[in-house]
């Protein structure tokens, strides 16, 4: 047998001790038989709060559940991007019609995007289309204004042109 020393002066026979102990799972039982349970959240916190996730997962997956019916994810996975800039930065996922959690009713949008629909009071000229689509979709109730097609006629003088061509 080896003998090794762990403290000084003192002796004791097995293996030696590593500085950092493998640890093995913890196995708790389930209502399907023993299950394993996680040492970190698939995030890479080591913090563990509920469910095997840290604090912040745990917050997002049930904001998911509650709000979005556990779908936010398979739409960010769908969209992969704001659907209007195509930008991949601080995305959110938008209900279409509030209180259906149905996968064709969410869009995923900039948080940019995401503000000008629940926050402009009036479509602004040059909006892009995706954007006033979602923005007439949150705003059923609001007086629709058009954009007037206008030109530049003789002397520089801005003329409109009629909505409706004659017949």
Not at 4 to 26: D, L, M, N, Y
Not at 44 to 68: K, N, P
Not at 108 to 124: A, D, E, S, Y
Request: net charge positive; charged share 25%; proline share 8%.
């Amino acid at each position: 047998m080896l003998t090794f020393q762990r403290f000084p002066g003192h002796r004791v026979a097995g293996p030696p001790v590593t500085a950092k102990p493998e640890v093995s799972p913890i196995l708790k039982r389930g209502p399907s038989g023993p299950r394993q349970r996680s040492l970190w959240c698939p995030c890479g916190c080591e913090e563990i709060h509920a469910r095997g996730l840290c604090r912040q997962c745990y917050e997002d997956w049930r904001r998911d559940e509650q709000h979005f019916g556990g779908l936010r994810d398979e739409a960010l996975k769908r969209d992969r991007a704001c659907i209007v800039c195509y930008t991949l930065q601080k995305l959110l996922v938008h209900h279409r019609n509030p209180g259906v959690n149905k996968l064709p009713l969410f869009a995923t949008l900039c948080r940019g995007h995401h503000n000008q629909v629940h926050h402009i009071r009036r479509i602004r000229y040059g909006m892009p289309p995706k954007l006033r689509q979602l923005w007439l979709e949150a705003h059923r109730s609001q007086p629709l204004q058009l954009e007037l097609a206008l030109e530049v006629g003789a002397h520089r003088q801005i003329v409109q042109v009629s909505l409706f061509e004659a017949a």
